[in-house]
């Protein structure tokens, strides 16, 4: 009490004070050129929230302002300047103009260029400008903010994995996922047991800036793994400055917005009773049970994190702590993440060497739901009930034999039992960091040397049991259980080294910049999965070590002549431990050329151009990912303890060869660009566009082998060759700028072709393709082709012939090739699941205090076969005569197409090939910021939010958006309501 009564007598005390000390101080802001009033400026007090801007004169007036405060006035395209008050109350201010978003740092391979320096192309995304939301996958950040960078969520699961592909990908087979660098530090593509998506690990709340790497002159620097291009993930570090804490929290409802068309119960009757035999029609219950509702639920999620940045003496330091708890629609789906980061940077030695050290620590809990359950609510009979009498079962209706045990094939599941009698959990542990040193040489300060060591190591757990549950054959195994346990341990371990000179040769008006290194990295990944835990007798455990090491030298060459002309050189060759000794190494080049067009005397006078500058670039990128650890090396595989040879009393272990390819080697794929990057007014209107053309070849595709001439009848090799092309363009506008009203947009669009120009040594008229695209229904039947000449993933489908009132006439296909009958030969490849055109669009509004963001996402052009209506569309499905004892619900389109039987026919028909072309509105975000509420040095601000809000289509599945083309059991994507605050302290 008596500190309580010190501090509030100084309070008192310097209140007067200060505010006898403070005045208002009045000025006018123009530009340095022509003396034109620029409205809209920001005028704030250094190290406080307190401020203004100037009116549509130029003028401003700021209250409260002592003497020896710093005004800091900042204006989009100008140079910030600082100004110390004085004795005088006015003010007036010049700005200069700047090249600011010219030379903003862009992080490329191995080190950092400005925007007017870059000659590959790369996009960079800053924090501020990513989506905004209840956002638990970094990669949901991204999408739809890039030209060329198509991002497809694996459905409403908390945390689900993405499909990313820039430009389309590369490969056929092996791996057409971007190489992802966090830090520093390489990533495993591979993914981590018992995570949905290896990003997760993340916060989303630490991430600075997303750097796309997407041409060859870019990528090349990374060789083996960037064929599919690179994405550089750059974390949050500490600052100047007092320490600074900032609090964010915020709260979500999720809900899906619609469900499967099944029929209701009312509906299922009147078919039954239409169409059934008197068997069919005994079967029917009295209840009225929407198995969907009975399965999905609304979503709850919570996300909380505390930062604190600043410096101490040498030091700077940024640490955070974060945590997630997201419960999904689909019952007992469920996220809780928790994380820890810390980033430390000092220069020691007279400012020689700097050292920047970084770590990430995630803890990630996930319960899985049974997917399967999202089929089985679709076919299960809704006038039955949810429970039955019966408690062999969970108390869960079931359908049964006389005997008790579940009817052994036929029969779906009850829905709600398969979520609630299992329990799927995992445990997961994830760190990544780097420690960096940069040190200047004392004799030579234009000689750097680099070392990066960086790490990424997970461990993980889980366990998945089953109980009373009718998806065992008897009674006695239901009660018995199904008991799985996993562990996977996983280290990747890095180490890059390199020198870098750099020096302005003013005789020449030239500058250099010689970078020369080696990388070493190595992949361990080991662990077991134990099954059948419930009975000894067949307890089965399955152990696995794997290690992949990769090794590279690599070395780059940035001339510039004038600060006009650019040219960049960069070689790479990386070795593969994947590959046999005689196939090991490959070499990856690539050469690009810049032309700062603006920079020339001829446009001088040319006022309306702020930036113009043309890139050409050519190079060559590598892929050695075909998902084995060892496909060109020996290796046998141990025999499990039920699968020994007896010899007498004992069991030996047996030794199986496994099959390989000792002539397997690089993918590689040539790439060029050109593109234009452009600003106009003062870059009120910026952009750029690029033209691309990459050829694959020595695709690594999985193919069948003669009779004898492998250890299978199928294997990976290179054969084969694809075309990709397209054209990306990106514009960004200042719409308007006020003192109190600012409006941008961004778009971005891309066009992208791919083309199969090779699959075999011999590519003859009569070869259909590479099969590929299972579907649900039709048992070893395929519904997509790879094929010369088409894109992969074509459909493979009959044509399918209508009536004079446009409805599907059953078993009537056209007869393309004219022989008389149906048969394969009749098929044809009709469409693709990629989109011709993409496009994205994005809105910031701020008004005063007030800021509004939307993003929508459109795709053109691609189609999806409706693996649903194909499925659950036709009599026999509901009514099968193979299983008298039961009756299956199905969707509404068995009454509009009126199908009976299931025929591998009508499943490859083009009438479930539907175009799934549509516009979405992902994201409208409305924030308002109270400003410093809490003291000069705070700042509170609220927003609200809304994800996944129109969806415009004629695609007529549950959601057009299926990255694989085949829509069957998806988790729907939910909509999403946020509300959350952050502030600043």
Same mark, same amino acid.
């Given at each position: 009490?008596?500190?309580?009564?010190?501090?509030?007598?100084?309070?008192?005390?310097?209140?007067?004070?200060?505010?006898?000390?403070?005045?208002?101080?009045?000025?006018?802001?123009?530009?340095?050129?022509?003396?034109?009033?620029?409205?809209?400026?920001?005028?704030?007090?250094?190290?406080?929230?307190?401020?203004?801007?100037?009116?549509?004169?130029?003028?401003?007036?700021?209250?409260?302002?002592?003497?020896?405060? &710093?005004?800091?006035?900042?204006?989009?395209?100008?140079?910030?300047?600082?100004?110390? &008050?004085?004795?005088?109350?006015?003010?007036? &201010? !010049?700005?200069?103009?700047?090249?600011?978003?010219?030379?903003?740092?862009?992080?490329?391979?191995?080190?950092?260029?400005?925007?007017?320096?870059?000659?590959?192309?790369?996009?960079?995304?800053?924090?501020?400008?990513?989506?905004?939301?209840?956002?638990?996958?970094?990669?949901?950040?991204?999408?739809?903010?890039?030209?060329?960078?198509?991002?497809?969520?694996?459905?409403?699961?908390?945390?689900?994995?993405?499909?990313?592909?820039?430009?389309?990908?590369?490969?056929?087979?092996?791996?057409?996922?971007?190489?992802?660098?966090?830090?520093? &530090?390489?990533?495993?593509?591979?993914?981590?047991?018992?995570?949905?998506?290896?990003?997760?690990?993340?916060?989303?709340?630490?991430?600075?800036?997303?750097?796309?790497?997407?041409?060859?002159?870019?990528?090349?620097?990374?060789?083996?793994?960037?064929?599919?291009?690179?994405?550089?993930?750059?974390?949050?570090?500490?600052?100047?400055?007092?320490?600074?804490?900032?609090?964010?929290?915020?709260?979500?409802?999720?809900?899906?917005?619609?469900?499967?068309?099944?029929?209701?119960?009312?509906?299922?009757?009147?078919?039954?009773?239409?169409?059934?035999?008197?068997?069919?029609?005994?079967?029917?219950?009295?209840?009225?049970?929407?198995?969907?509702?009975?399965?999905?639920?609304?979503?709850?999620?919570?996300?909380?994190?505390?930062?604190?940045?600043?410096?101490?003496?040498?030091?700077?330091?940024?640490?955070?702590?974060?945590?997630?708890?997201?419960?999904?629609?689909?019952?007992?789906?469920?996220?809780?993440?928790?994380?820890?980061?810390?980033?430390?940077?000092?220069?020691?030695?007279?400012?020689?060497?700097?050292?920047?050290?970084?770590?990430?620590?995630?803890?990630?809990?996930?319960?899985?739901?049974?997917?399967?359950?999202?089929?089985?609510?679709?076919?299960?009979?809704?006038?039955?009930?949810?429970?039955?009498?019966?408690?062999?079962?969970?108390?869960?209706?079931?359908?049964?034999?006389?005997?008790?045990?579940?009817?052994?094939?036929?029969?779906?599941?009850?829905?709600?039992?398969?979520?609630?009698?299992?329990?799927?959990?995992?445990?997961?542990?994830?760190?990544?960091?780097?420690?960096?040193?940069?040190?200047?040489?004392?004799?030579?300060?234009?000689?750097?040397?680099?070392?990066?060591?960086?790490?990424?190591?997970?461990?993980?757990?889980?366990?998945?049991?089953?109980?009373?549950?009718?998806?065992?054959?008897?009674?006695?195994?239901?009660?018995?259980?199904?008991?799985?346990?996993?562990?996977?341990?996983?280290?990747?371990?890095?180490?890059?080294?390199?020198?870098?000179?750099?020096?302005?040769?003013?005789?020449?008006?030239?500058?250099?910049?010689?970078?020369?290194?080696?990388?070493?990295?190595?992949?361990?990944?080991?662990?077991?999965?134990?099954?059948?835990?419930?009975?000894?007798?067949?307890?089965?455990?399955?152990?696995?070590?794997?290690?992949?090491?990769?090794?590279?030298?690599?070395?780059?060459?940035?001339?510039?002549?004038?600060?006009?002309?650019?040219?960049?050189?960069?070689?790479?060759?990386?070795?593969?431990?994947?590959?046999?000794?005689?196939?090991?190494?490959?070499?990856?080049?690539?050469?690009?050329?810049?032309?700062?067009?603006?920079?020339?005397?001829?446009?001088?006078?040319?006022?309306?151009?702020?930036?113009?500058?043309?890139?050409?670039?050519?190079?060559?990128?590598?892929?050695?990912?075909?998902?084995?650890?060892?496909?060109?090396?020996?290796?046998?595989?141990?025999?499990?303890?039920?699968?020994?040879?007896?010899?007498?009393? !004992?069991?030996?272990?047996?030794?199986?060869?496994?099959?390989?390819?000792?002539?397997?080697?690089?993918?590689?794929?040539?790439?060029?660009?050109?593109?234009?990057?452009?600003?106009?007014?003062?870059?009120?209107?910026?952009? !750029?566009?690029?033209?691309?053309?990459?050829?694959?070849?020595?695709?690594?595709?999985?193919?069948?082998?003669?009779?004898?001439? !492998?250890?299978?009848?199928?294997?990976?090799?290179?054969?084969?060759?694809?075309?990709?092309?397209?054209?990306?363009?990106?514009?960004?506008?200042?719409?308007?700028?006020?003192?109190?009203?600012?409006?941008?947009?961004?778009?971005?669009?891309?066009?992208?072709?791919?083309?199969?120009?090779?699959?075999?040594?011999?590519?003859?008229?009569?070869?259909?393709?590479?099969?590929?695209?299972?579907?649900?229904?039709?048992?070893?039947?395929?519904?997509?082709?790879?094929?010369?000449?088409?894109?992969?993933?074509?459909?493979?489908?009959?044509?399918?012939?209508?009536?004079?009132?446009?409805?599907?006439?059953?078993?009537?296909?056209?007869?393309?090739?004219?022989?008389?009958?149906?048969?394969?030969?009749?098929?044809?490849?009709?469409?693709?699941?990629?989109?011709?055109?993409?496009?994205?669009?994005?809105?910031?509004?701020?008004?005063?205090?007030?800021?509004?963001?939307?993003?929508?996402?459109?795709?053109?052009?691609?189609?999806?076969?409706?693996?649903?209506?194909?499925?659950?569309?036709?009599?026999?499905?509901?009514?099968?005569?193979?299983?008298?004892?039961?009756?299956?619900?199905?969707?509404?389109?068995?009454?509009?197409?009126?199908?009976?039987?299931?025929?591998?026919?009508?499943?490859?028909?083009?009438?479930?090939?539907?175009?799934?072309?549509?516009?979405?509105?992902?994201?409208?975000?409305?924030?308002?910021?109270?400003?410093?509420?809490?003291?000069?040095?705070?700042?509170?601000?609220?927003?609200?939010?809304?994800?996944?809000?129109?969806?415009?289509?004629?695609?007529?599945?549950?959601?057009?958006?299926?990255?694989?083309?085949?829509?069957?059991?998806?988790?729907?994507?939910?909509?999403?309501?946020?509300?959350?605050?952050?502030?600043?302290?």
């Amino acid at each position: 009490m008596k500190n309580f009564k010190f501090f509030l007598f100084n309070v008192l005390l310097l209140v007067p004070i200060l505010m006898f000390g403070q005045q208002t101080i009045k000025g006018t802001v123009v530009e340095s050129k022509g003396n034109t009033a620029l409205p809209g400026v920001g005028v704030i007090i250094k190290g406080t929230v307190k401020g203004t801007s100037t009116d549509f004169d130029g003028n401003y007036t700021l209250e409260n302002v002592k003497p020896g405060d &710093v005004l800091v006035f900042s204006y989009i395209g100008f140079y910030t300047q600082e100004i110390t &008050v004085g004795e005088t109350t006015t003010i007036n &201010v !010049s700005l200069v103009e700047s090249t600011e978003s010219l030379d903003e740092v862009v992080i490329v391979g191995y080190g950092v260029t400005t925007v007017k320096d870059a000659t590959g192309s790369v996009t960079s995304v800053k924090a501020k400008d990513l989506n905004k939301g209840a956002i638990v996958s970094p990669d949901q950040m991204l999408t739809g903010k890039v030209a060329g960078v198509q991002i497809t969520s694996g459905g409403g699961a908390p945390g689900s994995g993405s499909t990313i592909r820039i430009r389309g990908g590369a490969s056929l087979n092996a791996s057409n996922d971007p190489l992802f660098i966090i830090d520093g &530090v390489p990533v495993d593509k591979e993914g981590i047991a018992g995570i949905r998506n290896p990003l997760n690990t993340i916060n989303p709340n630490d991430i600075e800036s997303y750097t796309i790497l997407k041409d060859a002159s870019a990528t090349a620097i990374y060789g083996s793994r960037a064929s599919n291009g690179v994405i550089i993930i750059t974390t949050k570090k500490g600052s100047d400055g007092d320490i600074q804490g900032t609090y964010s929290s915020n709260f979500s409802v999720n809900t899906n917005i619609e469900t499967v068309d099944a029929l209701s119960a009312d509906q299922f009757r009147t078919y039954v009773n239409e169409n059934g035999i008197p068997s069919d029609i005994a079967l029917l219950g009295n209840e009225n049970t929407n198995w969907q509702n009975e399965i999905f639920r609304t979503g709850y999620g919570t996300n909380h994190n505390l930062s604190l940045n600043g410096s101490s003496g040498a030091f700077k330091f940024r640490t955070s702590l974060g945590y997630t708890n997201q419960t999904g629609t689909l019952k007992t789906s469920k996220l809780e993440r928790g994380t820890f980061a810390v980033s430390i940077g000092t220069v020691l030695l007279d400012e020689h060497l700097k050292i920047d050290l970084n770590t990430k620590l995630s803890l990630i809990n996930n319960r899985f739901a049974d997917t399967g359950a999202i089929g089985n609510a679709i076919s299960f009979d809704p006038t039955q009930p949810v429970y039955s009498n019966n408690p062999t079962y969970g108390g869960y209706f079931e359908w049964l034999q006389e005997n008790g045990n579940p009817q052994a094939v036929g029969a779906p599941r009850n829905p709600l039992a398969l979520l609630e009698l299992r329990n799927d959990e995992s445990h997961s542990n994830r760190s990544i960091g780097n420690i960096q040193f940069d040190y200047k040489m004392h004799f030579l300060p234009e000689l750097r040397a680099n070392l990066n060591l960086g790490y990424d190591i997970s461990s993980s757990d889980g366990d998945n049991t089953i109980f009373n549950s009718a998806t065992a054959k008897t009674a006695e195994l239901a009660a018995l259980g199904s008991i799985s346990h996993f562990e996977q341990d996983k280290k990747n371990i890095l180490s890059d080294f390199y020198l870098n000179y750099a020096k302005d040769i003013d005789a020449i008006n030239s500058s250099i910049d010689f970078m020369i290194g080696y990388s070493y990295q190595n992949f361990k990944n080991e662990g077991f999965d134990k099954n059948n835990i419930q009975d000894k007798t067949l307890t089965e455990l399955l152990d696995y070590y794997n290690e992949l090491n990769l090794q590279s030298f690599f070395g780059r060459l940035k001339y510039s002549y004038a600060d006009k002309y650019l040219l960049t050189l960069t070689y790479r060759r990386d070795g593969s431990s994947r590959f046999s000794k005689s196939n090991r190494w490959g070499n990856f080049p690539s050469a690009a050329f810049a032309w700062k067009i603006y920079e020339e005397p001829f446009m001088k006078n040319a006022n309306a151009v702020s930036n113009l500058k043309l890139r050409l670039s050519w190079g060559i990128t590598g892929q050695q990912d075909v998902g084995d650890y060892y496909p060109a090396i020996a290796t046998y595989l141990a025999s499990t303890n039920t699968a020994q040879y007896q010899f007498g009393s !004992s069991y030996i272990t047996t030794f199986r060869a496994q099959p390989f390819n000792s002539t397997l080697k690089w993918e590689e794929t040539e790439t060029y660009n050109a593109g234009l990057d452009f600003g106009l007014f003062d870059n009120v209107l910026s952009g !750029s566009v690029d033209a691309y053309f990459r050829k694959t070849k020595d695709l690594l595709n999985f193919i069948p082998f003669p009779g004898g001439s !492998s250890l299978s009848n199928a294997g990976n090799a290179n054969i084969g060759k694809m075309e990709n092309k397209g054209i990306e363009l990106t514009l960004n506008t200042k719409a308007i700028r006020t003192e109190d009203l600012n409006l941008d947009f961004g778009l971005n669009f891309t066009y992208n072709d791919t083309e199969i120009t090779q699959l075999t040594t011999n590519d003859g008229p009569d070869y259909e393709g590479v099969p590929v695209g299972g579907f649900d229904g039709g048992v070893g039947n395929t519904i997509q082709r790879h094929t010369v000449g088409y894109d992969p993933y074509s459909f493979f489908v009959y044509q399918q012939v209508y009536d004079a009132n446009g409805k599907p006439i059953e078993g009537v296909y056209v007869d393309r090739n004219n022989d008389g009958i149906i048969s394969n030969a009749d098929r044809y490849r009709y469409q693709k699941p990629t989109a011709d055109y993409t496009l994205g669009f994005t809105t910031d509004l701020n008004y005063k205090n007030w800021n509004f963001n939307m993003a929508w996402r459109a795709n053109i052009g691609n189609y999806v076969y409706n693996n649903v209506d194909s499925a659950k569309g036709f009599r026999d499905q509901l009514l099968n005569p193979g299983f008298p004892n039961v009756i299956e619900n199905g969707v509404e389109n068995i009454l509009e197409s009126g199908f009976i039987n299931g025929g591998a026919e009508r499943y490859l028909s083009d009438y479930y090939v539907q175009e799934a072309s549509f516009v979405k509105l992902d994201n409208v975000t409305v924030g308002y910021n109270f400003g410093s509420v809490f003291g000069e040095s705070s700042n509170l601000s609220v927003s609200g939010s809304a994800q996944n809000i129109l969806t415009i289509t004629d695609y007529e599945g549950l959601d057009p958006e299926v990255g694989n083309g085949i829509d069957f059991n998806i988790y729907p994507r939910p909509r999403i309501y946020m509300i959350g605050v952050n502030l600043n302290f």
